[in-house]
Nanobody, 116 residues
Framework: QVQVVESGGGLVQPGGSLRLSCAASGSAFRLATAGWYRQPPGKQREMVATILSGGSTNYADSVKGRFTISRDNAKNTVYLQMNSLKPDDTAVYYC??????????WGQGTQVTVSS
């Protein structure tokens, strides 16, 4: 069984930064690709950023230039560095790491609130 744990969320003022972490463990899990998603209040879940096994990245237009996704393969961990945060970034952030067979796993999410 694979466990996914996100951390690093919290309350931050507009213009501030946060770094989210996502650790996947269990059942000999090997990280291939991964994505960060978010679900704003009252809205559907949306893709924020993805990273492939080779390191290629993709971002939603709304976060380009502000967010950076990265990975530590040895730790089966994925990160999301979020800078210049805006109130519209307020959401529950979820990580979805996938194994080499394309099977993905969801964590419980971490709340990010951007407010003054």
């Amino acid at each position: 069984q694979v466990q996914v744990v996100e951390s690093g969320g919290g309350l931050v003022q507009p213009g501030g930064s946060l770094r989210l972490s996502c650790a996947a463990s269990g059942s000999a899990f090997r990280l291939a690709t991964a994505g960060w998603y978010r679900q704003p209040p009252g809205k559907q879940r949306e893709m924020v950023a993805t990273i492939l096994s080779g390191g290629s990245t993709n971002y939603a237009d709304s976060v380009k230039g502000r967010f950076t996704i990265s990975r530590d393969n040895a730790k089966n961990t994925v990160y999301l560095q979020m800078n210049s945060l805006k109130p519209d970034d307020t959401a529950v952030y979820y990580c979805n790491p996938r194994n080499p067979y394309g099977i993905g796993y969801w964590g419980q999410g971490t709340q990010v609130t951007v407010s003054s």
